[in-house]
């Protein structure tokens, strides 16, 4: 597409490979992110996480956190992490600067008390519906600017009534069948994911996998290169 020369410039000037001062405060204030993964076919699912300013938590330059709280129990991105440690984060201030804030990595998951032990000084939230049941721990590998010229400028408003309905069951305050799938649901028919590789190239490229891990220097012992392979679950969170 001819854009190479202005791609090269771009990470020239704008990659990090750690969250340098200013965006580590700009990190500490977010109250959202948007969370892009995959599982180990590549198939993708994008989502959104919230909570109180500085929920995002940075570490320090090369490494954030967050805790993972009460959802619909699909675990969608767990599910993916465990498969493939790669995440994109992407944050966006539409309320004061109108910028946002790329951080690509590799993400692990965390139980609470082990995250507790490694970092001390971690808020433990009052509310039952903000109290983490895992951590997602990322490595960071690129940090790197979103630009201004489309992010609209927000406006935030308080919410009337009882505020944010963290952890909440109560199916219409979750937003109901706003899209009306439910109500679609008996023609559908029972929920069948899509179609993955067949069982023979699956296992070979497991195979694959494991072989790696267990060539992979320092391996052995060392927790943070432990391998979430694809035949057992190593996280207990």
């Given amino acids: 597409m001819g854009t190479g020369e202005r791609a090269d410039k771009f990470y020239d000037e704008q990659v990090l490979d750690r969250l ?30 919230a909570g109180p300013p500085g929920f995002l938590h940075v570490l320090d330059d090369r490494t954030l956190a967050y805790p993972e709280y009460r959802g619909n129990g699909v675990h969608a991105s767990l599910g993916n992490i465990e498969e493939n440690a790669h995440v994109g984060i992407l944050m966006m201030d539409f309320l004061r600067d ?21 970092h001390a000084g971690l808020p ?32 935030k408003v308080e919410r009337n009534g009882s505020g944010r309905a963290w952890g909440t069951d109560d199916v219409r305050r979750k937003g ?10 008996p023609e559908r028919g029972p929920y069948l994911p899509p179609p993955r590789a067949d069982a023979e190239t699956w296992r070979a490229e497991a195979e694959k996998a494991l072989e790696r891990a267990e060539l992979r220097p320092g ?12 035949f057992r679950r190593n996280v207990n969170a």
């Fill in 20 to 49: 340098n001062p200013r965006m580590r405060e700009f990190v500490a204030r977010q109250e959202m992110f948007f969370l892009a993964t995959a599982d180990r076919h590549g198939e993708c699912d994008n989502t959104f996480r």
């Fill in 98 to 118: 109108r910028i946002g804030l790329h951080v690509n990595g590799r993400a692990r998951i965390v139980p609470d008390d082990a995250m507790r032990r490694a």
């Fill in 124 to 155: 433990v939230d009052p509310v039952p519906g903000r109290r983490a049941q895992a951590w997602v721990e990322v490595t960071v590998e690129e940090a790197y600017i979103h630009c201004a010229k489309h992010i609209p400028h927000l406006q």
């Fill in 176 to 185: 109901g069948d706003f899209f009306g799938a439910a109500a679609d649901a």
């Fill in 219 to 230: 391996a052995a012992g060392a927790e943070d290169e432990e391998f979430h392979g694809w």
